[in-house]
């Protein structure tokens, strides 16, 4: 008989190829953020590359699928929910840093730039996308 599932999976549960996922993806974020802080930048990347890879490839040695129409609803909603409110929260940062660069208490610096920069990056990605999708959706 030929097995279709990752060996080390003994439950075959969906829920159990997820967690594992999960586990990688954290495990990865992890490993990069632990080498950063040590100063040992390529294997930190190394480590994030494979925890990366190994929750790209858990769902092809699943038995059957482990995403679904729900799956794909409940992500949708989580993404809009933390776009909005990172949205919403740089349309106030950067209006109010532009303010206090006016006055003596602040001064544009690299972290400051940063953000500013991110703000412009994230709604001009944003009006990118949204003409797009309003373009071949008719």
Request: proline share 5%.
């Given at each position: 008989?030929?097995?279709?599932?990752?060996?080390?999976?003994?439950?075959?549960?969906?829920?159990?190829?997820?967690?594992?996922?999960?586990?990688?993806?954290?495990?990865?974020?992890?490993?990069?953020?632990?080498g950063?802080?040590?100063?040992?930048?390529?294997?930190?990347?190394?480590?994030?590359?494979?925890?990366?890879?190994?929750?790209?490839?858990?769902?092809?040695?699943?038995?059957?699928?482990?995403?679904?129409?729900r799956?794909?609803?409940?992500?949708?909603?989580?993404?809009?929910?933390?776009?909005?409110?990172?949205?919403?929260?740089?349309?106030?940062?950067?209006?109010?840093l532009?303010?206090?660069?006016?006055?003596?208490?602040?001064?544009?610096?690299?972290?400051?730039?940063?953000?500013?920069?991110?703000?412009?990056?994230?709604?001009g990605?944003?009006?990118v996308?949204?003409?797009?999708?309003?373009?071949?959706?008719?």
């Amino acid at each position: 008989m030929t097995e279709t599932t990752l060996p080390l999976i003994r439950n075959d549960s969906p829920a159990t190829y997820k967690r594992l996922m999960g586990i990688c993806g954290v495990a990865a974020g992890l490993a990069l953020g632990v080498g950063t802080a040590l100063n040992r930048p390529v294997i930190a990347v190394v480590l994030y590359a494979v925890g990366l890879t190994a929750a790209a490839v858990i769902p092809y040695g699943a038995a059957r699928p482990l995403f679904d129409e729900r799956d794909d609803a409940i992500h949708r909603r989580a993404s809009g929910t933390t776009l909005a409110l990172f949205g919403w929260l740089s349309a106030l940062v950067y209006p109010s840093l532009v303010v206090l660069s006016g006055t003596e208490l602040f001064s544009w610096g690299p972290a400051s730039a940063a953000i500013a920069w991110t703000t412009v990056v994230v709604y001009g990605t944003y009006a990118v996308a949204l003409g797009y999708f309003r373009h071949i959706s008719g």
